[in-house]
């Protein structure tokens, strides 16, 4: 299995910064091959925010492009969040997902919230 765990979420104004932080662990670690920041705002559907993949291919989603970047470990026991010049609009619950190669396919942490007020 995998397990996920997010930090680093937190209040803060627009324009400033946060780092999220996801640690990675278990047994199949060595089978995943994706991961991914997802953001759910109440009402709104859980989007895709930025994923990057085995071979440190990144996609953003446009909302964010220009002031997120998504970083991993190689042996994918982190991967991070920066987020730069944060809006009100990023304000949501941030989590972490991995994609296996194995059964179960995907793996999604808890999350995180980030509010950003303006």
């Known amino acids: 299995q995998v397990q996920l765990v997010e930090s680093g979420g937190g209040s803060v104004e627009a324009g400033e910064s946060l780092r999220l932080s996801c640690e990675v662990s278990?047994?199949?670690?060595?089978?995943?091959?994706?991961m991914a920041w997802y953001r759910q705002s109440p009402g709104r559907q859980r989007e895709l925010v930025a994923s990057?993949?085995?071979?440190?291919?990144?996609n953003y989603a446009d909302s964010v492009k220009g002031r997120f970047t998504i970083v991993r470990d190689t042996a994918w026991r982190s991967m991070y969040l920066q987020m730069d010049s944060l809006k009100a609009d990023d304000t949501a619950a941030y989590y972490c997902?991995?994609?296996?190669?194995?059964?179960?396919?995907?793996?999604w942490g808890r999350g995180t919230q980030v509010t950003v007020s303006s």
């Open positions: 997902h991995a994609t296996s190669a194995l059964d179960p396919p995907q793996y």
């Open positions: 278990g047994s199949r670690v060595y089978s995943v091959y994706k």
């Open positions: 990057i993949t085995s071979g440190g291919d990144t």
